[in-house]
Every structure is written in C-alpha cells, then in structure tokens.
C-alpha cells in the first residue's frame, strides 16, 4: 500500500439518521496496514462508522477515503475490495445456507455473477475454511453450527473474497474464548500478510496485546492512538460515560466497566 | 371422438398445470425466502383488480392486470431498496385497495360475476393451445433469466446486508424477482385463476423450506412438491368431478401443513409429540 494512498481517512465526517447525529466530526486517519479496533458504548456509532466507509450511508458533512478511493464518488469500487463480516446476531437464522454456500459467496461476488464458479474458485473457498480451521464443516447447514463456529465461516467469506482491507463488526460478539482466540489470531496473521483490519468491538480483553490502534468512539472520536496511550481509566471512562477500571497483571491489561462491556 | 377430444383437454390441462406449478415453486422459493410472501398475495389481488377494470372498459383484462401489477412491483421493489420499512404497508394497503376496485368494478353489471369467478379459479380445463403457448414462454423466460442471474439473486436473498457491501447492487434484484412474479402471475391468472395462481407461488416453496437446508434443495424440493400437488389434485379432481384449480389448492395446502408438523427443522417429530399430547405449540 503507498503512503499517498491512506487505507481508510475520515475528514471532518458527520452522518445523521433522521435529522439525529450518529457521527460527529470524525476524523482520522490509518496510513498502512494495521489491526485497528473501534471500542465505545451502545449508540456509539461504531457500525454506522463501518457503513459510511462502505459508502452505505452518505455522510451529511466530510469526505471519506478508502483504499485510497472517494466513497461517495465510486462506492461500488470500494465495496469490491473490501471484506465485510456482518454482527452475527443480524444474519437470518432461518435461512437454508450449507457452509460451502456462505464461503463461496465471498469467491463469487468477486467475479461477473453470470460467469460460472471454477475449480480454482472452489479451492480458494476451501483453503479460505481451512484457514479458520472448519474444513471438516463444508456441507454443514451453517444454522447447525454454535455461534464460534458461524462467526468463522463468516470471516472466511470474507478471507475468501481476498480483501485488501476488512472490515469486522462485533466478530467477536457471543462467541466462546477459544473461538475468540483463534479469530483474532487469524486476524493479526492477516495484518502481517499485508490485509488492513478494522474491527468494531465492545469487548477489548481478548484484543488487548494485538491491536496496532485502538478508536474510542462516543458518536465524536475521544480518542485515537496506539492502545498503550488510551488504555488510561480517565480516557476509557470518558468513552463510556461512568467510571472505568484498568488493571495491569505483568505485561497483561484488563479493562473492567460497570456492565463489563468495555 | 368424444374421448379424443376429452383426452387432449386433459392432456393440455395438465401441462398448463405443471408448467404454472413448476414456474411457480422456482420464482416462489426466492419470495418465500426473502418473506415476501404477501407480494405474491397482493400481486395476485392487483391483478384481479387490473382485469375487472379493464374488462368493464373495454380493454384487454390481460393488459390491466399487467399494468397494476407491474405498479405495483415497482412501488415494492423501490420501497424496500429504500429499506424505510413501508413495504409491508404498502402490500397490506394494495390487497384491500385492489379488493375495493374488483368489487366496485363488479357493482356495475351483473354480467361480470362469471368473468370475475373466471379470473378466480381459472379454467383449466378450456385452456387453448395460445394459452399453453404463453405460459410456455414465459416459463422459459423466467427460467432463463433465474439461470443467468441465479447467484445474484441467492446471494441476495442469504445475505443482503454483505452481499450489498461486497459490491452486489442487491436493489437489482429486488426489481428483478418482483417483475418475474407480476408478469407470471397474470400469465397464470388466467389459465388457473388468481386464487390458485397465488397458492403455487407461495405453499410449495414454504413446504420446501421446511425442509431443505440449502437454496437449490429448497428450489428442488419446492418442485417436487408443485409436480404432486398438480398430479394428485388434477386426479382427485377429475376423480371426484371437483374444481381442478381448487382442488390443487387444497392439496398444496394440506402438503404445506405436513411439512410444519413433520418439519425436522422444528425439532421435527411436532406431530409425534402432538399425539403424545407434548406438544404445546
């Protein structure tokens, strides 16, 4: 990635659903490819962030640039290098998807829909759900799965799709510690392949060690920097709007809140 | 002769039923699935109305009902790319309007009431060679163009949400299946009238997603199920001298509530344990 070419940029964004503010005057910048994490309260607006990058919601005020593109100019092309896993709890249990049809979908929509999947798209899905460590999974209904197991499939639709950037919201959402670990195991080896990560999150224990940056996010950006700098009780207290703990065991950090959602 | 004749209003009756009822369960799986259910309900009911209308002025009833329900597939189709949430409403308001506008159309001449039952249950046993000729086509059509855009419209249905954020214009395809049904639907209103027309996009594919676990096995076994519900009740009816389109109905109707009770989606086994006096849905 050049440097001239900023991964994601907010300049001076506000985005409004019914005359209501959900971001005011966001502004950051990540240059190179990073693990970033978006942490704040409920209302925060930390999905609506992830949908303006998209270009799925256009911002009343501000410019927004990513993969070096104007997403108000061409937020198809955007889209079409950008990997998305969606809030599992949003998804349609009901819906008849064996795993196979979930990963493949990310191959597919990479390519013209009317041409036909080949043999080295197939495999692409495949060493996609071998990564995530379910290729035994391939002909599952994805509804037959816990929610560890979906929350994998759906990030290797998005491996998939070979993003050059991905964008995570609350992957790690009711999802067990294992499954958690892993996840963000196979997300830090993507930053060093090269993949630009941006994740939302109410939960950042099991992030704590691996994030490049860290957002603190109350509808305005409180704050924006490397996690050893923002990981303070005053700073993550102002995020959230009561009192935060932050206790430090060796090399390790937990972060405690009243709700235990920080 | 006499049985000649009798046997090639059967034969073409029959083609004309499975040729709706396969149509149907292949553009209905994709509805059913996206819960638009009530779409095809009130299509139907528009198109109704668009026929009654267009019958007491003077004008083709395929025509009228081809313009309001294609209205009304457009109003749809725009009101949930713009996911403001008035789809439903809109739907729900459609089938009460279109049912005011049969019934006020109808007011004006007593003449009309034969028509209108034609349009409601269909005669599939008068079905010309030109009717069979244009369900044909455009049930070849639809086929077609499902095939050509078949992964669109999956991954559209699946997910919407990722599948509009990876780059797939997912309003595209709303446009695309709400057109298909309207244009099918007055092609099968009448051939097998509006109430069994709506019975076929709609009872197979929900029996089908009780069952099957992917989009093709849904797509599948709604097939399956619209190829005997056109059978048995086609038998049944000429059996019993009932109603063909009617009976059909009630046959899909009666494989609709077996696929609930037996649904293994559901835990399966809801009958067993009804009979065990367990159930306590």
Known sequence: MSSCKPLIAFSHVDVAYAHELALIDVTFTIEEPAFTVIVGPNGAGKTTLLRAALGLVKPVRGRIIVLGIDVEKDPWRVRRLVGYVPQRERLDQTMPALVRDVVLMGVSLRKPLTRRLTRRDYEKAEQALKRVGLEELWDEPFTHLSGGQQQRVLIARALAAEPKLLLLDEPLSGVDPQSQEAIVKLLSEMVKGGVGVVMVTHDLNPLIGYVDYLMLLNKRVIAFGRPSKLLEPEVLSKTYGRRVHVFRVGSTCFVLSGDSHA | ?281
């Not at chain 2, 009911?45 to 329900?69: E, I, K, N, Q």
């Not at chain 2, 997603?209 to 038998?235: D, K, P, Q, T, Y």
């Not at chain 2, 609709?256 to 065990?276: D, E, M």
């Open chain 2, 1 to 281: 002769m006499l049985e000649y004749i009798l046997s090639q209003i059967v034969i073409r009756a029959l083609i004309a039923s499975l040729l709706a009822s396969l149509t149907s369960a292949l553009v209905g799986s994709f509805i059913v699935l996206r819960r638009l259910s009530t779409m095809g309900a009130a299509i139907a009911h528009v198109c109704f109305a668009g026929a009654m209308v267009a019958y007491v002025t003077d004008v083709d009833p395929s025509l009228g009902a081809l313009s309001m329900s294609l209205t009304l597939a457009t109003a749809i189709s725009y009101a949930r790319s713009r996911r403001e949430g008035q789809s439903e409403a809109i739907l729900g308001a459609a089938i009460g309007i279109s049912s005011a506008i049969a019934a006020l159309a109808l007011s004006l001449s007593r003449e009309y009431s034969a028509v209108a039952f034609s349009y409601l249950v269909g005669d599939v046993l008068g079905v010309s060679e030109r009717e069979i000729a244009l369900l044909f086509t455009a049930s070849t059509i639809t086929l077609v163009i499902v095939a050509l855009l078949y992964r669109g419209l999956k991954y559209s249905t699946l997910d919407p949400e990722t599948a509009e954020a990876m780059g797939l214009r997912v309003e595209v395809y709303e446009y695309v299946l709400s057109f298909l049904a309207a244009v099918l639907l007055v092609v099968e209103m009448r051939v097998v009238g509006m109430i069994l027309a709506q019975v076929y996009i709609v009872a197979p594919a929900a029996s089908a997603w009780e069952l099957a676990h992917s989009v093709e096995g849904v797509i599948a076994v709604a097939a399956v199920l619209a190829f005997i519900s056109a059978i048995a009740g086609f038998s049944i009816s000429l059996a019993f001298n009932l109603p063909t389109s009617a009976t059909i109905g009630i046959v899909a109707a009666v494989i609709y509530v077996l696929s609930l009770l037996l649904s293994p989606k559901r835990r399966g086994r809801c009958l067993l344990a009804f009979l065990k006096r367990e159930c306590r849905v």
